[in-house]
């Protein structure tokens, strides 16, 4: 795409990396039509929404700073506008390491909305109201769900959404060790937010899953609810002296906890061997409903556990 066809807006939430010099630095030699904004911090929410009001043309398409976009990301995300006249675009997210797509197990049928690879009209997402500022918490660092919640505003306003599989960023891989799982499930915090003020959508597509001819939505909290469960069910049978109980207990844990890890991990068989990741995973379930029901005090939104 010749540059005078694009601009490109870098919106530098807060950071403290030396990221105004290295843009100014490239902006001396780049021919790009570019526009930095430096701002406290205040969530990627924000950041985007702060990024759209210097946006000049009628297309937003949202990336991140740790994504490398294919040649052509830009040229194939406008054909699909044409081609499907929708008005949002979803690329496909690959994981650098192996090419496997992030979103491996979604069901093809529901719309991430993952924020490094999306494309929607301005008028659309200015008439939405942007992205919702309040799912970031700057006292935790923490944030979530501020993307799935404009994808479900976008679905209940009747917007057209396409999928666009060539259109192809490369994110690096999320959860390179166990510890990056128990970082990760401090973001739900914010799903009883997102079930206040989109209950329906909750329940029938967020994380939705298909595996085979079967789809699942959820799986992550069901197999943490049941895991709990299995353990309360444990230490129960202990309490009563009952072998047999204490063994099935064990065995169906072990299946929740195999597919907790399958998860992060994405392999079938669960490193047991490796004794961080099996503690920092036995502990995961426990850590994942302490934040959710944080978030369900601050949220009132305790319909999102069940």
Known sequence: MPPDAFDVVIVDDGSTDDTAASVAGFQRQSKLQLT????E??????????????????ILGFIEDDVIAEEHWLERAAAEFTRTHAHCVEGTTLIQQNTESVRVFDDPANFSFIPCNLFIKKEIFLKAGGYDERFFDPE???????????????????????KASDV???????????????????????DPLLYVKHPRLFRT??????????RFNRPFHYLSLFYVLFFLFILFELLNNNAWGVLLGSALLLLAHAGIRF???RSYVPRLWDITGTLAYLALPFW???????????????????
């Open 36 to 39: 930095f904004i430096a701002g």
């Open 41 to 58: 911090h205040a969530g990627p929410g924000a950041a985007r929404n702060r990024g759209v009001q210097h946006a000049r043309y009628d």
């Open 140 to 162: 935790r660092n923490l944030y979530f769900r501020e993307d799935a919640e404009l994808g479900f505003r976008l679905i209940e306003s009747g917007c057209t959404l396409a």
């Open 168 to 190: 192809i960023v490369h994110h690096p891989e999320q959860y390179a060790a166990p510890l990056d799982a128990l970082r990760h499930v401090r973001r739900f915090f914010f």
């Open 205 to 214: 597509s967020l994380e939705a899953k298909k595996i085979g001819n079967l």
């Open 263 to 265: 998860r992060y991990e």
């Open 288 to 306: 994942y409903f302490s934040w959710l029901i944080r978030g369900c005090r601050r949220f009132n939104g305790w319909g999102c556990l069940l």
